[in-house]
């Protein structure tokens, strides 16, 4: 950058906060090019501002597509200060450097949450302010860059400490957020084009987000992270956090979960996560007995979790869940006297649900130099494809409760049990490399807080029983009714065991793995 900066280009679709730097470059005798809209709002302000068809000597044409790509913008952004034979061709050309460039691009992602119009939506594709950000920060060895108003207070603070000037540590940096804003950019247009024309899976992914915040912390205390959205048609998450300290990864991942299986719920219930799995879940017309019946699942796992619920959380609901220590309360809104019971809470986190919308995207999984990338599993099974295996056929209340079971079932951690007893989890088994230790584990808490409940439940498995010592355990256990996939080379074997204890098998044909 020259010592002495002469010209700033300046094209802005949000002109807030420009005022700011239109004192600054005034205050160091820096000339201003800008475009229509904004020409005009500099001038309205009272600074001196060139016209940048005045400046190029070429009119905008084509309904405005075309008005900043011109030689005399690009080579005076592109040219290199140290390089003789450029100097020579801008003394050639009298042509003038340009040592800002202040840019900011059509408001694309509004756009397309306003209208359904492709016309408009194409006409909204900035193609000269993406252009000129690439030319200026590829050459942010002479040139400023700026491209988010947030950051025009450190380019006051620059240009006053360099004399009219700045860093090149400050234009290098601001670069880089400039070529991430046009890579954004661009992401967004080419997901507008793919949702379109339906294209799942184009030749090449783009992943994009904002940045929300930083949390915490990571997964663990010595890691950081952040959270990105990369809802277009919201300006948040749509999770109101209303008490508690700042969020971590954990608790985002468990925040998620719980959301993700509420969103399965057709009726009032709650899901109690920890680490990412369910303890408890139930569905029950009355909420407070729902959270019950999902706390009496698993209490010990339940300590410090999440709990998620579909329904306002009023007083009595509020006593009841203050008894016990939770780090996330979901609910949909808290009433007055509830507010005021958890306040007694110091480290309780209270986050109202109500605005958030389930999307049904994909789910992405990352890898070293490589990612999957799947549809969302978003069925249980399919009524037609229920085959009833056994000679005793299970009424239509207990296939009810089943897919309530095997719903919660496909969100546990592969390889899963979950035993529940109508509507209400009664255990759960999660994560285990043998289908017969989640079998153990789901009967023992079973046993263990519920064993009551135990008699006649039921038991749904993410994927089928290789072998019949898994069905054996859930037999002895009391289960009265088994939903797998079967499709096991092994399947007659568990289906002659339950024939003989009476006790009833499901085969869905949909598998529920959940790694």
Request: hydrophobic share 35%; charged share 25%.
């Given at each position: ?12 679709s949000?002109k ?8 600054v470059l ?6 201003i ?19 940048i068809?005045k ?10 597509r ?12 592109l040219s290199k200060r140290?390089?003789k ?25 509004e ?5 359904q119009n ?5 006409e909204n594709i900035?193609i ?17 860059i700026?491209t ?5 207070s ?8 360099y ?7 400050f234009?290098?940096e ?10 954004y ?21 783009i ?10 912390y ?22 109101s956090?209303?008490?508690g300290?700042a ?13 993700e ?13 920890k ?17 019950q ?24 609901i509020?006593?009841?869940?203050s008894?016990?220590?939770?780090e ?17 809470k110091k480290n ?12 049904k ?6 890898f ?6 799947q ?7 399919k ?11 299970p ?20 390889n899963s ?9 009664l255990?759960i088994?999660?994560g ?8 153990e584990i789901?009967?023992k ?11 006649n439940?039921?038991?749904?498995s993410d ?7 898994g ?5 002895n ?9 079967g499709g096991s ?17 499901i ?9």
């Amino acid at each position: 950058m020259s010592k002495t900066a002469k010209n700033a280009l300046i094209s802005l679709s949000d002109k807030s906060g420009i005022e700011k730097i239109l004192k600054v470059l005034k205050k160091y005798k820096v000339n201003i090019i800008s475009t229509g809209g904004t020409y005009k709002e500099i001038k309205k302000l009272g600074y001196n501002c060139k016209e940048i068809s005045k400046y190029t000597k070429f009119s905008e044409m084509l309904d405005g597509r075309v008005k900043t790509l011109h030689p005399k913008i690009y080579a005076g952004i592109l040219s290199k200060r140290s390089n003789k034979k450029h100097r020579k061709e801008m003394r050639g050309k009298k042509f003038n450097y340009i040592d800002f460039v202040v840019v900011n691009f059509y408001p694309f992602h509004e756009k397309i949450s306003k209208t359904q119009n492709s016309k408009k939506i194409i006409e909204n594709i900035d193609i000269g302010g993406p252009t000129m950000v690439r030319a200026a920060a590829k050459n942010f060895k002479d040139i400023l860059i700026l491209t988010d108003k947030k950051d025009y207070s450190r380019f006051i603070n620059e240009m006053n400490k360099y004399g009219g000037s700045t860093s090149l540590k400050f234009r290098e940096e601001m670069a880089s957020k400039a070529f991430s804003l046009t890579a954004y950019y661009d992401s967004i247009i080419s997901n507008w084009f793919n949702n379109k024309l339906r294209i799942i899976f184009p030749e090449n992914k783009i992943i994009f987000g904002k940045k929300i915040t930083q949390l915490r912390y990571g997964e663990n205390p010595h890691q950081t992270s952040s959270i990105y959205i990369n809802d277009l048609f919201k300006g948040d998450l749509g999770l109101s956090k209303i008490k508690g300290k700042a969020l971590s990864y954990n608790n985002y991942n468990d925040i998620y979960t719980g959301l993700e299986i509420l969103s399965s719920f057709k009726k009032t219930g709650t899901v109690i996560i920890k680490h990412a799995n369910p303890s408890g879940a139930s569905i029950n017309n009355s909420p407070i007995k729902s959270f019950q019946e999902s706390y009496a699942s698993d209490p010990v796992s339940a300590f410090g979790g999440v709990v998620a619920c579909n329904f306002l959380i009023n007083k009595k609901i509020a006593k009841e869940m203050s008894k016990i220590f939770f780090e996330v309360i979901l609910a949909k809104k808290f009433d007055k006297e509830a507010l005021k019971i958890f306040s007694s809470k110091k480290n309780l986190i209270l986050i109202d649900i109500s605005k958030f919308k389930y999307k049904k995207e994909y789910h992405i999984k990352q890898f070293p130099n490589s990612f999957l990338i799947q549809d969302r599993n978003n069925i249980v099974f399919k009524n037609k494809n229920l085959r009833f295996v056994t000679k005793l056929k299970p009424t239509k209340q207990e296939i009810r409760s089943a897919e309530f079971a095997l719903n919660i079932c496909k969100f546990v951690k592969s390889n899963s049990i979950v035993i529940s007893n109508k509507f209400a989890t009664l255990g759960i088994g999660a994560g285990q490399p043998s289908r017969v230790d989640s079998c153990e584990i789901a009967v023992k808490k079973a046993k263990k807080f519920q064993p009551k409940k135990l008699k006649n439940s039921i038991a749904a498995s993410d994927a089928f029983f290789p072998f019949s010592d898994g069905v054996k355990k859930l037999i002895n256990a009391g289960i009265k009714v088994i939903i797998q996939p079967g499709g096991s080379i092994r399947d007659d074997q568990s289906i002659k065991l339950a024939n003989k204890a009476k006790v009833k098998m499901i085969f869905t044909g949909v598998r529920h793995f959940n790694h």
